[in-house]
Each structure stands twice: as C-alpha cells, then as structure tokens.
C-alpha cells in the first residue's frame, strides 16, 4: 500500500499529503506515545487520537509515514506544519481506532474484506 491509498478511504480527510508513493507495510494503533517509538514499525502507518505536534516527532523517530488521527478530532495548525518539514501525511476520520485498524489492515491485505 502507498500513503496516497489512505486518502480513498471512505470518510478520512487529507489534512496534509507528502510522500504519495512511499510504501507502508504495517501499521501500529496506540496513543502512549512512548509505546509507539518503542514498538510501531518503521514504513508504517501510525492509528491514534493524540492530535498533536509531538505525534509527528515520534512518528520521525519510529520511520512511520502517516498518521490516522481518529475520532472526529482536528489537528492543530503546528502539527500540520511539522508533518509537512517531516513528510508525513496525516488523515482525519471520525471513525473509533478499531474501525480505522480494520480499514487500514484490509488496504494492507492483512485481512479479508468478507461482509460475513
């Protein structure tokens, strides 16, 4: 999956848009930011509801290349401005972080998109 396919996703807002082609490979739902450096996997995609400019640094440090910020909440105007200097796009849904993991691990192939 490349970052730009986050944008196709019924209901997630583009918030800012770097990268379009870069592959992700995985993805890490978590909002202890200190769990996601430890343990989110680098060319992914990080599913949180921490909705500020220290999400983007962590997501630096830890290789990731979007974020899902989850559950109708809005970015403020720094962390779109350090997404953009560190080329991570950031999505907006109002969507729970389950909903979005699910969403997200389907685009990924991790799952099966079956109905039943």
Known sequence: MQVNDLSTLQGYKT???NNVNVEIT????GDLLSDVMGNAPSDSVLIT???HKNTVAV???????AIVICN???APDD????AKEEDISVFATTDSQFAASCKVAVLLGKV????N
């Open 15 to 17: 918030l800012t848009l």
């Open 79 to 82: 962390m779109l401005i350090a």
């Open 112 to 115: 099966n998109d079956r109905k």
């Open 72 to 74: 109708g909440r809005t």
């Open 26 to 29: 995985d993805a890490y739902t």
């Open 59 to 65: 997501a630096s440090l830890a290789g990731i290349h």
């Open 49 to 51: 509801i921490q909705a």
